[in-house]
């Protein structure tokens, strides 16, 4: 089959035309017979079984029943007249309903004939009832020879209004197997086809869209799951191999003074196994001659500022400069703070860059920067101005990637002629397969170990009429010396309820915390900023012992003394979130606690989050779940949610898939890199296309 008629615009397709083409565009995006083709169902309707009428369920989706009409009557209500059928089979009776169209159905309609009808059942005091069913008599229905399967295709309502239904896609599609005559190139070498036993391309696409069976309708879709996987990890993979082998990196390759002094006479504190692991694995790539391009996972508190900066320091032992990119500038002041206090006793230069640093200091900066006298650079998207250029960028590390987007990375890259090593920091842990899909093109390396000492954080959920006892436990908390967040919901959609929720809450806690014995600060986006720097400041230090705030303080900051975290109206956060609100206490010696406020009416998603939150502190455990109940498109937000458009395949079902996928996608490029082998031909071309075409969506810089 020549692959060319694939790409012949729809509206060529006998049964299409310009109308119903400019619609199937501009609803699907179905502009050739391969998005056509490409078109996958969402579901199947299973005809293949029977059900007899005493078998009903309450919830029965979509049923086929025998049975025969012995009346018919018309009943006049409130809203209109409707056509009601009372239907028989052999074990008991229920009713079908037509609200539209009464006239010629009852006239079609033979009464004590055999029928097959197909629909929706709804009960209604014990009655079974099926609106609008898809009607056929028996006789009709035993010769005709359909696919017991039948497919569902996505749709919108404007398709259907325009009678673009699922029998009309159905139709289109079978015209396409005739026009292609059902051949479709193999787009799978054939070991790996042999070796999992695969269907043929041919036999998949059939079966996909008009399933023989159930068991051939599952083995098409794990071949075309299988199929949609390979490519996108064959690429990822594909890529991070060409940058190693063609972008050349700075090489590291001295471990000295800074970072050996460092190390034996400075280090606060024993470093974990899995912080000396990761360190390791960096220090690897760093001196590997090749571009480090890494994505550094690990929880809250898990302790990668410490791991940053023994990176930091061994760029500056090759001489070169390092950054360090942090999404807010409270954020990037405490990096600065602690950073500049722990190798205040190396004698290094380093500054602080973010919005807010005035002009002449600027200036001062991105002159140091520039000759080389300053060794570490730490700030915000300031960082990122053009103005700022360096001597010798070696290393660039951004924290919390998740704040920033992909063009952000790649700013950084073209700091240099030759790339800096790239390290991306992330607290929202991203469970395996997604990162997998995501960043496939990134190295990854996870610190799945707290520091020792931690308290596990105590998490308990509170409903607001339990609020007088939950003072009382702040008040307690105070008393003993400790410091309290209290967090509120912050959305632009009720933007203004949300303010005076905010307002009115910490108008309350004045009263029930009076100065001067309680100091109360209070920090949200509305503020100045240095308003703000101000109160997180007094929070910071001590002088206040309650601290109200929107979600601004979600990220980063680090207050040991604070081990209570009041988070109000819980179930309006995401699990992320409310992880990463958590994380916040739980950073010093004693005991802390997380208290979730909600009211009593709450949704079975809520539920889940707030225990999900009570039952477990790690974040690993707590990503799949948020993974689960959100889907991955929201996860990444949707400036990303596009890598996970995908066709058929699902990253958090398939999951398994996606695993073999990636190893056959790696194994492939491993024996054959640039896909010469006669066998991997259909490799290259199909892959080939897929680039050209950018069907698989190109991702990260
Ligand atoms: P995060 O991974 O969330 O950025 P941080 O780097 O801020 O975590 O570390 C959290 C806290 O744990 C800091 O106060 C830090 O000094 C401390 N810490 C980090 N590593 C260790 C360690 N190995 N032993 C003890 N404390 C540590
Ligand atoms: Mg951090």
């Known amino acids: 089959m020549n692959s060319d008629i694939l790409q012949t615009p729809i509206d060529y397709l006998k049964g299409v035309g310009p109308n119903r083409a400019d619609l199937l565009r501009k609803e699907l995006g179905i502009h050739t017979y391969q998005d056509l083709l490409s078109l996958f169902p969402n579901r199947y309707l299973d ?39 009372t239907f028989i089979d052999d074990t008991g009776q229920m009713e079908l309903v ?74 289109i599609m079978q015209q396409l197997f005739i026009e292609t005559k059902g051949k479709f190139i193999e787009t799978l070498a054939e070991p790996i086809l042999h070796e999992l036993k695969l269907i043929p391309k041919n036999a998949a696409m059939f079966n996909i869209h008009f399933p023989k069976s159930q068991e051939l309708l599952y083995k098409a879709q794990y071949r075309l799951k299988f199929e949609e996987l390979f490519y996108i990890q064959l690429q990822l993979i594909a890529k991070n191999l060409t940058r190693k082998q063609k972008i050349k990196g700075f090489n590291f390759d001295q471990v000295g003074t800074y970072f050996t002094n460092f190390y034996k006479n400075h280090l606060p504190f024993e470093l974990t196994n899995a912080q000396k692991r990761v360190i390791k694995e960096i220090r690897n790539d760093l001196g590997s001659n090749a571009q480090m391009n890494r994505l550094l996972q690990g929880d809250v508190g898990s302790g990668k500022t410490i791991v940053a900066l023994m990176c930091m320091l061994l760029a500056i032992d090759n001489n070169f400069q390092a950054c360090l990119m942090a999404p807010t500038e409270i954020l990037a002041t405490q990096h600065y703070q602690g950073i500049a206090e722990l190798i205040a006793p190396l004698g290094l230069q380093i500054k ?47 924290d919390e990637q998740h704040r920033f987007g992909v063009a952000q990375r790649s700013k950084l890259w073209h700091k240099n002629d030759i790339p800096p090593h790239i390290l991306v920091m992330t607290a929202t842990p991203i469970p395996r397969t997604l990162a997998m899909s995501l960043y496939g093109d990134l190295d990854i390396s996870v610190i799945d170990e707290l520091p020792p000492g931690r308290k596990p954080i105590k998490t308990v959920h509170r409903y607001d009429s339990n609020r007088l006892k ?89 207050v040991p003394n604070a081990s209570v975290m009041i988070i109000e109206s819980a179930e309006r956060f995401g699990l992320s979130q409310l992880h990463q609100l958590r994380g916040r206490v739980g950073r010093g010696a004693e005991q802390s606690f997380c208290i979730l406020m909600t009211g009593h009416k709450l949704s079975n998603d809520s539920k889940t989050r707030l225990e999900t939150m009570c039952a477990t502190n790690d974040g690993f455990e707590i990503a799949e779940v948020d993974l689960k109940l959100r889907g991955p498109g929201d996860i990444m937000g949707t400036q990303q949610s596009g890598v996970l458009n995908l066709k058929i395949a699902d990253i958090v079902k398939d999951n398994d898939i996606l695993k073999t996928a990636r190893y056959y996608a790696m194994q492939t490029l491993k024996e054959d890199p640039s896909l010469a082998a006669p066998h991997n031909q259909i490799v290259k071309y199909t892959f080939s296309k897929i680039v050209k075409n950018k069907t698989i969506w190109n991702y990260i810089s």
Do not use: C
């Open 98 to 171: 037509w609200f539209r169209g009464h006239k010629w159905i009852k006239e079609s309609l033979k009464l004590n004939t055999p029928y097959v009808v197909f629909g929706k059942t709804n009960a209604f005091n014990g009655v079974f009832s099926m609106p609008h069913p898809e009607m056929e008599l028996l006789t009709e229905h035993e010769k005709s020879l359909r696919s017991a399967m039948q497919p569902v295709y996505p749709s919108t309502e404007k398709l259907t209004n325009k009678g673009i239904t699922n029998r009309v896609i159905n139709k």
């Open 470 to 558: 939950v003072l009382r436990f702040i008040r307690d908390e105070i008393e003993k010396g400790r410091q309290v967040y209290i967090v509120y919901p912050l959305i632009q959609e009720s933007e203004k309820m949300d303010y005076k929720d905010l307002m009115d809450g910490y108008a309350s806690l004045e009263r029930d915390f009076p100065k001067p014995k309680h100091q109360i600060s209070i920090v949200h986006g509305q503020m100045k900023p240095a308003d703000k720097d101000y109160e997180m400041e007094r929070f910071v230090n001590g002088e206040t012992q309650i601290m109200v705030a929107t979600t601004v303080i979600e990220v980063g900051v680090n």
């Open 47 to 85: 005809k293949t079984q029977y059900y007899k009428i005493n078998q009903l369920q309450n919830n029965a989706s979509e049923v086929q029943v025998i049975g025969k009409i012995v009346h018919l009557k018309m009943v006049e209500q409130k809203r209109g007249k409707r056509l009601i059928a």
């Open 352 to 398: 602080l860059l973010t919005g807010s640093t005035k002009t002449a200091e600027r200036r001062a900066i991105h002159e140091a920067l520039e000759n080389g006298e300053l060794h570490i650079i730490i700030g915000t998207h300031a960082l990122l101005e053009d103005k700022v250029q360096f001597k010798n960028l070696g290393l660039a590390i951004i």
